[in-house]
């Protein structure tokens, strides 16, 4: 499997996984343009990409959707409650035509092309979130963003994964000293918000098995995070654990706005 990130964190999100001979995208809520044009830096055909998963409808997640599933007929798969909110939401000029939407059921595993895609529940202040646990070419990969709380369903999720992008949002006492309203400090924070750096690692260090082999942090905050804290506040948790970061899985933060390797 291959996973290229296009973009993290408040400002648009999306990324691409692709098998041996078949590619997805996981939300789209960065730019057609600039999309177009880190296919091209990548070299990635856009015909090679045949189907689209989305986690929820925040903006950030789904701005593009529309343009991107009609100009390439391409199908998007979401829950029924999410293309609802997408049909709703006015930041999607461009919505989903109804050929092309394809309903996905938390918990019930899909054949998707060449990748085995179950969705699951991921508690978040949206119409509904999910995050997605994918098999393709034997091996695993998971993503759980836009994640208030670790629920217990994504414990056995994490231990039976070989590659995992999680969400390290926010350092909790940055965003109580932070720029942001009471009002927005208590929704990141709640258990319907996001994860923090601390949650993040309590959950790799509890639910990482053996088969885990890499670790991309995703969706960090801008103004409540910066890349370093998210980094050393996970290592520090997971060392004080016995797990060593380099030897036992690798570990890497996603930039926000600049494409992976
Ligand atoms: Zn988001
Ligand atoms: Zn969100």
Redesign the pocket.
Known sequence: MKFISFGS??SG?CYLLSSDDDALLIDV?VGIRKLKKHFADYGINIGTIHNILLTHD?A??IKSVGSMSGTYHIPVWATDLVHKGVTRNWMVKKKIEPILAKTIEKNNKVQIGSFEVMAFNVPHDSSDNVGYKIVADGEVFTII??CGHITEEMGPIISDTDYLVIEANHDVEMVKNGPYPLVLQSRILGPNGHLSNKACGEALAEFASSRLKHVWLC?LSDKNNNPAMAYDTVVDILSSNGISVGKDFELTVLKRTVPTE
Do not use: F, I, L, R
């Open positions: 964190g408040s999100n809520g925040h950030d997640h963003t836009d969706h």
